[in-house]
């Protein structure tokens, strides 16, 4: 059993900045993701990251802003957010993949979900 705990959310006014970290304790885990999920609203894809690190992936809306990192050593994934946004207020969430993953940015290709951070933007 993976257990994923997120931190880092918190209150930051457009054009800030926040790290978001998530920290997987239990076996071993391959790709690692965050998603994010505003009241009402779908689930959303926003970065994944492959096993090794060498691979990343985002979502078009995230690109040039955010950036996935991952340390295998510390067994824990970041998510730097730059030039926030009110759209980007939301619960994000940090999911693990157990085996190899064909479509990264799939939420069904995940096996391990945190309990999610809060990340509100105001204007």
């Known amino acids: 059993q993976v257990q994923l705990v997120e931190s880092g959310g918190g209150l930051v006014q457009a054009g800030g900045s926040l790290r978001l970290s998530c920290a997987a304790s239990?076996?071993?885990?391959?790709?690692m993701g965050w998603f994010r999920q505003a009241p009402g609203k779908e689930r959303e894809f926003v970065a994944a990251i492959s096993k090794s690190g060498l691979a990343r992936y985002y979502a078009d809306s995230m690109k040039g802003r955010f950036t996935i990192s991952r340390d295998n050593a510390k067994n824990t994934v970041f998510l730097q957010m730059n030039s926030l946004k009110p759209e980007d207020t939301a619960v994000y969430y940090c999911?693990?993949?157990?085996?190899?993953?064909?479509?990264?940015?799939?939420?069904?290709?995940?096996?391990?979900w945190g309990q999610g951070t809060q990340v509100t933007v105001s204007s």
């Open positions: 999911a693990a993949a157990q085996g190899a993953t064909a479509t990264v940015g799939a939420g069904n290709e995940y096996d391990y």
């Open positions: 239990g076996r071993t885990i391959n790709t």
